[in-house]
């Protein structure tokens, strides 16, 4: 069977949110080691669906773009959720980078994917933010980096090529904050992963935006077994009634 359907932004990101917490690797974390869910507006559902509880999302969220690069009125708010063999956990940071090993998660949103599965992350700190806080030592150290990301966030070129493009000390006019990007490489868990993870099936990004209701919107199809793709259906018109999350940026 084949099937479609428009999802709205907060559609997506439930969805993708579900899809990680389902993920063979983040559950065997979840299970045995630790998981990191950093600052950003998805993982504010990834957080809440491994924590079956409520997150404010208006707090947790580092930069955002709304009509321009911008930083959340209340980052001070929020820091990354952690979790240790399954519970939530309040852990300092140094303490929490010394106990990082192989088999433990770091979740890590992006702004950007391209045709190759590369994803960039705007770099608004001069020392790089969350990425430079934990992505150097993951790499170093083999620890697991899942990347929830929309493929509403799709774009044409090459991320190591628009990293080229970007940099705070190289625009000089703008829209905002200005920001460099990192290339980050994990397991991405798109809306497509997302439905392959949880229902075996394969989906295809054939259309994103539209107007009204469907501003933002990512459109797709979906086959597989018909009870599979009717599950699947059934999941996305219930998360049609997610509300979107209200953060605001600095005025």
Request: hydrophobic share 45%; glycine share 14%; charged share 20%.
């Amino acid at each position: 069977m084949k099937a479609f359907a428009v999802l709205a932004p907060s559609t997506c990101k439930r969805l993708i949110a579900k899809g990680v917490a389902a993920h063979p690797t983040v559950r065997e974390a979840i299970e045995g080691g630790t998981v990191v869910v950093t600052l950003g507006t998805t993982n504010a559902f990834v957080a809440a669906e491994l924590a079956s509880g409520a997150i404010d999302h208006g707090t947790f969220a580092a930069g955002l773009i709304d009509d321009r690069w911008n930083l959340n009125a209340r980052i001070a708010e929020a820091r990354d959720v952690v979790f240790q063999r399954g519970e939530q956990v309040s852990i300092e940071s140094d303490e929490l980078l010394q106990s990082l090993g192989a088999g433990d998660v770091i979740v890590k949103g992006g702004n950007a994917l391209d045709p190759f599965g590369t994803v960039g992350v705007l770099l608004g700190a001069e020392n790089g933010g969350t990425i430079g806080r934990y992505i150097p030592t993951a790499m170093a150290r083999g620890i697991e980096i899942v990347i929830p990301i929309s493929v509403g966030k799709s774009v044409h070129s090459p991320i190591q090529r628009i990293v080229r493009d970007l940099g705070s000390r190289r625009l000089e006019l703008g829209d905002g904050l200005p920001c460099g990007m990192f290339p980050l490489s994990g397991d991405v868990v798109s809306e497509i992963e997302a439905l392959e993870i949880l229902f075996g099936i394969r989906a295809t990004h054939v259309a994103s935006g539209g107007i009204g209701m469907g501003r933002g919107s990512v459109s797709l199809t979906f086959e597989g077994d018909a009870n599979d793709v009717r599950a699947a259906f059934d999941l996305l018109r219930r998360l049609k009634k997610e509300p979107e999350p209200l953060v605001k940026g600095r005025p």
